[in-house]
């Protein structure tokens, strides 16, 4: 699977060299050393799910946030992404960013933010947009399931 977050093609010394004079530092290292790479077991409560991009289209990305029912904070977050190295290292790069933040918080980044630390070229930009896209949506599914779970108490923001 060419792109995929789990598997980095192009190990050769050339493609790696092609990598870095065409992206920046932080995408290389995102997309070579991709942080919270995974997904959560079926059924873990405290789950939020978001999927935005479509195989069509090239990039998929799913990203899940585990949140902790007392504090009310993200406590853990995963993500799978197939696409292009910005749209990995993007995900990479929220991954760590959202850890330990309030929901409140964690929906308060936004992609210009993603794409001024990765130095995103402009051609890449919709990926930082499909990040915080992801993002919002396991916030707002996160959300629906503790309001259908009839649960009513909502976690701390």
């Not at 930082?128 to 629906?144: M, P, T, W």
Request: proline residues 5%; charged residues 20%; neutral net charge.
């Amino acid at each position: 699977m060419a792109g995929a977050a789990a598997a980095v093609p192009g190990a050769e010394a050339g493609a790696t060299q092609a990598r870095n004079d065409t992206y920046s530092a932080a995408i290389v290292d995102h997309y070579e050393n991709p942080r919270n790479v995974g997904s959560f077991d079926r059924g873990e409560p405290g789950i939020g799910i978001g999927v935005v991009g479509t195989p069509a289209s090239g990039e998929v990305m799913k990203l899940q946030i585990k949140v902790d029912p007392a504090s009310g904070r993200i406590a853990d977050v995963r993500f799978k992404a197939y696409g292009s190295g910005p749209a990995i290292a993007a995900c990479s790069l929220l991954t760590e960013w959202v850890k330990g933040k309030t929901l409140e918080q964690a929906a308060a980044l936004k992609n210009d933010q993603i794409a001024q630390e990765l130095e995103l070229p402009p051609a890449k930009i919709h990926c930082a947009i499909a990040a915080e896209d992801v993002l919002r949506a396991a916030i707002a599914d996160y959300r629906q399931r503790i309001a259908a779970s009839g649960t009513m108490r909502q976690a701390k923001e």
